[in-house]
């Protein structure tokens, strides 16, 4: 990608002045309210997956709201209130996963229990050094700065971030002509959490700057039925057990599409003039909604028939898969297959996606002749 205005005058540095202890501005701004946060406006029109409609009231605001991801939680707690002990910030945390697995909503309750306050931005809204510049230089001692679709940076901006994230310093160009020149400028200590659907697409040294690196895994369908139960309480609608569990079970293992399936099912048993939502309203719902008993959408179920059905199985370029189901390829790989992958319905292999006998028998097709996809072992 090129980058246009690269190297362009950067803004001027604004220097720290008149701040307040991180603690008492994220007690003032209510230390939720992150739609008054300066970043907020540029990351909603670049993030992928829906989630500028999100709305934040469904975000958990602390680590013990935050359903599942035990392990993880557990580990972020201690490097929370190691640093806090301090008097320093976290280290820099790279996050990733598939989208809407609960990465941004993590990187907003660690900023708040460490009581700081988070900017938000993402990797296409850095468009050269100057805005990275103007992002850090607008830091607080030990505030998050919270970078969305890390992969995504312009090579020549991620080498400005090194210096910052190393050596908590930035260089700008001054000047014009013969009198340019760099000046160094220091910045305040502070904590970068980047979130990634792709680590495999992070350049080596940028990764390796990170000292704590997660994954957040898939969720389990009692975790989504929590999450459920939650968003309806939220919303004010009574949903029983049931019901919060098959809405669970079909929502690709990911907290967003259950924030999304239980509005679309609220609909439904509304419109039906039901009180409450019992398992009978979410499973006409679904059905209604294209979402199968494995929770697989129109789009996963696209995939697999056409892998089984014009490739014999496979193996498949994700670049001709791709250009059959007219998606881009960042989709396929970053929200439809990881999925798929994870519930054994796909394999990649070296040759490309193979389809299983699992998604031959659940899509109710015969295999053709020749099958080429994995065999039941
Ligand atoms: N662990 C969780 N517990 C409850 N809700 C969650 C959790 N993780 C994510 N969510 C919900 O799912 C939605 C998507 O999460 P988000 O953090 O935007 O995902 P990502 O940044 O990984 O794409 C958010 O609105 C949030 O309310
Ligand atoms: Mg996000």
């Given at each position: 990608m090129r980058v246009p205005h690269d190297d362009g005058p950067p803004p001027p540095p604004r220097p720290p002045k008149g701040r307040k202890r991180p603690g008492e501005r994220a007690a003032e701004a209510g230390a939720s309210d992150m739609s008054q946060e300066p970043g907020r406006a540029a990351l909603s029109p670049t993030v992928?997956?829906?989630?500028?409609?999100?709305?934040?009231?469904?975000?958990?605001?602390s680590l013990a709201e935050y359903v599942g991801q035990a392990a993880l939680k557990r580990k972020l707690e201690v490097f929370v209130r190691a640093a806090r002990g301090r008097d320093e910030p976290l280290d820099h945390t790279l996050l990733h996963g598939p989208p809407g697995l609960g990465k941004t909503t993590m990187a907003h309750i660690l900023a708040h229990e460490l009581g700081v306050r988070l900017h938000l931005t993402s990797g296409p809204a850095i468009e050269h050094k100057g805005v990275l510049a103007g992002h850090l230089t607008a830091l607080g001692p030990r505030d998050v700065l919270f970078i969305d679709e890390i992969h995504r940076l312009a090579p020549t901006v991620e080498e400005s971030l090194y210096s910052a994230m190393e050596d908590g310093r930035i260089d700008l160009p001054v000047g014009e002509g013969t009198r340019a020149r760099t000046i160094g400028f220091e910045l305040a200590p502070f904590t970068l959490i980047g979130a990634t659907t792709r680590t495999a697409l992070l350049s080596g040294p940028l990764r390796d700057r990170f000292q704590i690196i997660e994954a957040i895994e898939f969720y389990g369908d009692d975790e989504l039925a929590a999450i459920v139960c939650r968003t309806a309480s939220i919303l004010g609608v009574p949903v029983s057990g049931a019901a919060a569990l098959e809405i669970g079970r079909r929502s690709r293992g990911t907290p967003r599409i259950a924030n999304r399936l239980i509005r679309r099912v609220r609909d439904f048993a509304q419109v039906r003039g039901a009180r409450s939502i019992e398992l009978a309203d979410a499973t006409a719902a679904l059905l209604e909604l294209g979402i199968d008993s494995e929770g697989l959408d129109m789009l996963d179920r696209r995939l697999l028939t056409m892998i089984v059905e014009n490739f014999r199985g496979g193996p498949v370029g994700v670049e001709a898969l791709g250009a059959s189901l007219g998606e881009p390829r960042d989709t396929l790989e970053s929200v439809v297959e990881p999925f798929l992958l994870q519930r054994g319905f796909l394999l990649r292999t070296s040759r490309g996606r193979v389809a299983t006998m699992k998604a031959a028998r659940h899509l109710g097709l015969e295999l053709p002749p020749g099958w080429q996809g994995a065999l039941d072992l």
């Open positions: 992928a997956g829906g989630e500028a409609g999100e709305s934040l009231s469904l975000r958990p605001q």
